[in-house]
């Protein structure tokens, strides 16, 4: 199962992540935190339980589903996500079609057959998504990232793959591994910072950026 820091994501504070929640411990005060270019999410992690509320901001949506999957507290069914994990898991490459993923990404961030298994489950979570909760959506979706990130040819930003050798098949579907905050009420967004930050009432706010 994959945790939050199980990501290739260039400028992720993974590595720092134990040295910020001690300086944001040490010297600031409040109860609110915001981590407003929020990426993986590693910082939100870091001050979970720590914070009354921590509100996750980003304006990519694949980060918003990351957080949603990983932080949302809403139950979902354990059981109906093992099934389709244990579905994912037996797909083979040969008996699915080309599709998107395979067409544009196929021998280039991915094996051809990694490329065709992606695209094909990438596919199913969206023809499901009327089945699915909010929650159940954004962990398979997530764990879809998760696992195609874990396989891919690249050294995390996705502009760039790496040229001239042969890609190995090596991606297996597995799950993300959600938190259930004891202490910590969670706020998700997915807007731009800039236009963010003009109406957040918040103690402690961690940027990257310089917000304009
Ligand atoms: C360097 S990463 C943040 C890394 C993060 N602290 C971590 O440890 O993973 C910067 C993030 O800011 C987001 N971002 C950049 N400009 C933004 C904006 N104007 N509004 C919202 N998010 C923005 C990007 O999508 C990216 O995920």
């Not at 280039?108 to 695209?119: E, N, Q, R, V, Y």
């Not at 004891?182 to 917000?211: G, M, P, Q, T, Y």
Request: glycine share 4%; hydrophobic share 35%.
């Amino acid at each position: 199962m994959f945790d939050i820091w199980n990501r290739r994501y260039t400028g992720s504070k993974y590595k720092l992540s134990s040295w910020i929640g001690e300086l944001i411990e040490e010297n600031c005060n409040g109860s609110s935190f915001c981590d407003i270019f929020a990426g993986t999410g590693i910082i939100s992690y870091t001050m979970l339980d720590k914070m009354k509320k921590i509100y996750i901001n980003d304006f990519l949506y694949s980060n918003e589903v990351i957080y949603k999957a990983f932080f949302e507290p809403s139950d979902y069914d354990k059981k109906l996500i093992s099934e389709y994990c244990s579905c994912f898991q037996s797909l083979s490459a040969d008996d699915i079609d080309e599709n998107y993923i395979s067409i544009n990404f196929g021998g280039k961030f991915f094996s051809h057959t990694d490329a065709k298994l992606i695209g094909h489950i990438r596919e199913i979570i969206e023809s499901d998504k009327e089945k699915l909760s909010d929650k159940e959506f954004s962990i398979l979706l997530a764990s879809l990232l998760y696992s195609a990130d874990k396989s891919a040819n690249t050294v995390g930003h996705y502009d760039a793959y790496i040229k001239g050798h042969d890609i190995p098949d090596t991606f297996t579907f597995d799950l993300i591994a959600p938190y259930k905050s004891k202490k910590s009420l969670i706020f998700i967004s997915r807007e731009d910072s800039n236009e963010f930050a003009k109406k957040l009432k918040c103690d402690i706010v961690k940027r990257n950026h310089r917000i304009r």
